[in-house]
């Protein structure tokens, strides 16, 4: 049979635990409310990367692979391209005319956005690339470029448009 200290001790460890439970029970939940409410995620996250633009709408990717050469899961796949008088994509001599990054190996290192002398390729907050299709998981330049700043025209739009009229 249990000497008395015994049942005292397993009582109050009973009314510790109890308490500990209604402190959480009144406090604000944490729980993310994931997918009708977006999560919040760090800064620093590092979800499904972005190409970016420069302030005048250019491709900040100037095809110098450095970024693939850091990759250690050799994802990425490159094909470089020269701007031209009346062609220009980027604000250096050269653009990525192909710029693809496998996912079904890319590990989120980061090494590649650490690689990167034009601050061209960083990691988004996207995360939703999970499919039963691997197919999918190559995701090209144009699924990774970040949109034209807001009343701004790149020069290679510009040229179109006048082109056409407009
Ligand atoms: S995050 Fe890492 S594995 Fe993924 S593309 Fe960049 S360097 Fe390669
Ligand atoms: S993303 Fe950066 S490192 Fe990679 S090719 Fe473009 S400029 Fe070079």
Redesign the pocket.
Known sequence: MANIGEVFGAASAIVKGMGVTMKEMMSPTVTENYPDEPPKLQERYRGVHV?QRDENGLE?????????AACPANCIY?EAAENTETVRISGGERY?KVYNIDYNRCIFCGY?VE????D??THGHGFEVASYNTSTLIKRKEDMLAPVPPGVRPPVIQETAEASGH
């Open positions: 190409l900040k990717c100037v095809a110098c692979f450095l970024c693939a490159i990525a590649c690689a990167c002398p034009t061209a390729i």
